[in-house]
């Protein structure tokens, strides 16, 4: 009897742990529906930095990370027809970057389903963001550029930004 309860308490322990992923995961659907009803820039700021803090909150320190087989290589890379999965570029078995789909810091499994081919910039610039994340930095990317082509004050600010931003990168990559 004693077993009997603690298979019983550990499937409600189970079914509670479920039903917490379940509510987590629904409350992020949720956020990117609230992006929709976003009145004020104070609002998008206020999304930006709860993503973020879901996504450090998920993170899972420590977990050991495995080498893919040329095999499994063969397999993910086969997925795209030899192509990034983000930017469409045509890349090699040895030249591209295995992406996780679900970040291995959160959990994500080493398994052919959970990697997509990309290239290593695309790899690097998506880092560990959330896929929530990932829309909201598409939808600002795709916005900051209709602007930039308007030429307006604002395009030019956003412009001058950017390149001011990028050309610190580079020469940081230089250095390393």
Same mark, same amino acid.
């Given at each position: ?17 479920? @039903? *917490? ?5 629904? !409350?992020?659907?949720?956020?990117? %529906?609230?992006? &929709?009803? #976003?009145?004020?820039? /104070? ?12 996504? @450090? *909150? ?5 977990? !050991?990370?495995?080498?893919?087989? %040329?095999?499994? &290589?063969? #397999?993910?890379?086969? /997925? ?97």
């Amino acid at each position: 009897m004693v077993g009997e309860n603690t298979n019983t308490n550990h499937g409600v322990s189970l079914h509670w742990a479920l @039903r *917490k992923r379940t509510y987590n995961f629904m !409350k992020k659907k949720f956020e990117i %529906k609230l992006l &929709r009803s #976003i009145k004020v820039g /104070k609002g998008l700021i206020k999304l930006v930095n709860n993503l973020r803090l879901n996504r @450090r *909150k998920d993170k899972i320190s420590n977990r !050991k990370r495995t080498a893919l087989t %040329k095999k499994q &290589r063969e #397999i993910i890379l086969a /997925k795209t027809d030899s192509h990034c999965h983000m930017c469409g570029i045509e890349i090699a078995l040895n030249g591209f970057q295995a992406n996780h789909v679900k970040p291995h810091s959160t959990g994500g499994n080493h398994a052919e389903n959970n990697y997509l081919p990309s290239c290593a910039t695309c790899n690097k610039l998506r880092a560990n963001y959330s896929s929530e994340e990932i829309q909201v930095v598409l939808k600002l990317g795709v916005w900051a550029k209709s602007k930039v082509l308007d030429r307006s004050d604002l395009a030019m600010e956003i412009a001058n930004e950017f390149v001011k931003h990028d050309m610190k990168l580079r020469k940081r990559r230089k250095k390393n």
